[in-house]
């Protein structure tokens, strides 16, 4: 296999990504291109994307890798893909359809994706929560508006029923593999955890006609797909690989296998849990086996952040999506928890303060990052004060951090941020202060989102990072100590994820469907052992001190949420 090389692609949230690596999953080159998201100026619920475009910089990405490393069309043995989870339309010969409000909806055109942040079908996602229905079951108990159905519900109240009838409707991995193979198979990924295909029973007519939607039914869910439970569990070939057409445009070769594709977060999953990790600089002699994976979290954390982790039997958590059955290993569940902005959270509060001009001069200035100047500003800040920790020198001031809606634990997209302790300054110290406050407040969410999971029958022991706050050092050791276990950062946070989608081009150019269960979980984890390179751990370090103010911290911030809806309710009664 010396001579084998296999391809993953990543599409987020702004960008689309390839990396070439070898059998082993050392990384030979990798390319990223940026993709459009466009906004309206007059709503800031909306986030559209197009198909178009980000094929075009896949295409670029792919070509760039190759000719990079200079390796030949065919000793490429696999590609897979990730992607967001975001609603991809077409019509059925696969041209995008308009999801833009106003005259163009559902004409072709190039904005056809409702992005995963899109948050315009929030009357659409309280009918659906209003049914009682099964489905809510698997997602925690509430949908949420960020899920395709939503979403697709959303087009089929404004869009002319003619068009609604010639859209088929994908989640973005999905699309990614019919473009690139021309075969309509659909992932169990991509369909149970974003599109209310129930485990083990498949789509629910029932709930479909009770939202409005029963024309899937009446036409065997053909523009959702999958149906007679046709999905495939992660990285089984598509079809008969790569298309004549998608080959010439990626500079492949046709039929090269294409992986069933797997939503971003999950790609993370792949990327980092089978991982070996060094502390203090030595490797760890342990080795990895399938059941450890339940006791480690895949945290994939870049625009918002995405925790996941996989168990033997379905655990069932309010607020936490899931439990959603083979999205990646078949006979295992997964639960998906989220919160929906976290680095946009963090790029927020930094370039919205008055101070973030004279933290780009200094970090101009000093040759290095705006977050290094930040972290020197909060250390200077804390000798003045005396203090033991930043968390001490921010012990007065409290964060909630859900400016974009609730995600998991509580699934409320109507719950909004707050800040308590502010003071009259608007200077770099306060900005500094407020950095560190942002970060507290990830971190103490993510604790919430752990205890809920572990309280209903998770045993979640450790943290595996993927995404870019993986280079977050002051974050990473915030996670350690509020969440009071071990933190494992890749050995690039850039490449966890784009590793992990490589990985389902192995499967498809490995695993043949119908194989027997065991042997095929056997052959996944094999495979991710075998590429996934050691990780850093980051022990928690909390002194006595910092842990009790981080423990208080933590029920202020159970308490904010608590108040928070408590006043919500006193001002809509105050309405009617």
Not at 38 to 43: A, V
Not at 78 to 84: I, K, N, R, V
Not at 386 to 402: N, Q, V
Request: aromatic share 8%.
């Amino acid at each position: 296999m010396a001579n084998a090389y296999y391809i993953g692609i990543d599409v987020g949230t702004g960008s689309a990504r390839a990396a070439l690596v070898k059998h082993d999953g050392t990384l030979v080159a990798s390319s990223t291109q940026e993709t459009k998201t466009w906004r309206d100026p007059q709503d800031h619920r909306i986030f559209e994307q197009s198909t178009t475009d980000i094929w075009a910089g896949i295409c670029k990405t792919v070509k760039a890798v190759l000719a990079e490393a200079r390796v030949a069309p065919a000793d490429v043995h696999g590609l897979g893909f990730d992607a967001t989870c975001s609603l991809a339309v077409s019509d059925f010969d696969g041209q995008p359809v308009t999801v833009t409000k106003g005259a163009e909806l559902g004409e072709i055109g190039e904005r056809n994706i409702i992005l995963w942040a899109d948050h315009r079908a929030e009357e659409e996602a309280d009918l659906i929560n209003s049914t009682g229905n099964v489905v809510l079951d698997y997602v925690g108990g509430v949908m949420s508006l960020e899920m395709e159905i939503p979403k697709t519900l959303w087009l089929k109240h404004h869009m002319k029923p003619e068009l609604f009838a010639r859209c088929q409707f994908f989640d973005l991995p999905d699309f990614l593999t019919y473009r690139a193979t021309g075969n309509n198979l659909r992932s169990t990924c991509s369909v149970t955890c974003k599109c209310s295909y129930v485990p083990n029973s498949g789509w629910q007519p029932d709930f479909f006609k009770k939202i409005g939607l029963e024309e899937f039914v009446q036409n065997d869910f053909k523009q959702l797909g999958a149906a007679h439970s046709r999905v495939a569990t992660a990285g089984l070939p598509v079809g008969g690989g790569l298309s004549k057409q998608a080959a010439e445009e990626l500079g492949l070769l046709p039929g090269t296998p294409v992986g069933s594709a797997v939503i971003d977060a999950y790609a993370g999953w792949l990327g980092t849990v089978a991982a070996r990790y060094t502390e203090n600089g030595k490797l760890s002699e342990f080795v990895p086996s399938l059941d450890e994976s339940r006791h480690r979290l895949a945290a994939c954390a870049g625009t918002s952040t995405c925790h996941i982790v996989q168990s033997p039997e379905g655990v069932f958590v309010n607020g936490v999506w899931g439990p959603y059955k083979d999205p990646v290993f078949p006979g295992w569940w997964m639960n998906e928890g989220g919160q929906s902005s976290t680095g946009q959270l963090i790029n927020f509060m930094i370039t919205t303060h008055p101070a973030y001009g004279q933290l780009k001069k200094l970090a101009e200035e000093r040759q290095t990052n705006i977050h290094e100047v930040l972290h020197d500003e909060l250390e200077k800040l804390r000798v003045e004060a005396g203090a033991e920790s930043f968390t001490e020198l921010t012990k007065d001031m409290h964060m909630y951090p859900d400016l974009h809606g609730n995600r998991s634990p509580i699934a409320d997209p109507r719950m909004r941020g707050s800040i308590v302790g502010l003071a009259l300054d608007d200077g770099l110290g306060d900005l500094a202060r407020k950095f560190n406050l942002t970060m507290e407040a990830i971190a103490l969410q993510t604790r919430h989102i752990v205890d809920e999971m572990n309280a209903k029958g998770h045993a979640v022991r450790s943290i595996y990072m993927s995404g870019g706050q993986a280079k977050n050092a002051a974050l990473m050791q915030l996670f350690a100590d509020t969440c009071a276990m071990p933190v494992v950062l890749p050995q690039s946070s850039g490449i966890a994820v784009v590793l992990g989608a490589a990985m389902l081009g192995r499967f498809a150019a490995e695993l043949t469907p119908g194989m027997d269960q065991k042997a095929d979980c056997e052959a996944r984890w094999r495979i991710m052992v075998e590429m996934t390179p050691p990780g850093t751990l980051v022990a928690p370090s909390a002194s006595d001190k910092e842990k009790r103010l981080l423990q208080a911290k933590y029920k202020i911030f159970r308490e904010s949420i608590e108040i928070q809806q408590r006043w919500r309710k006193e001002m809509e009664d105050a309405c009617k």
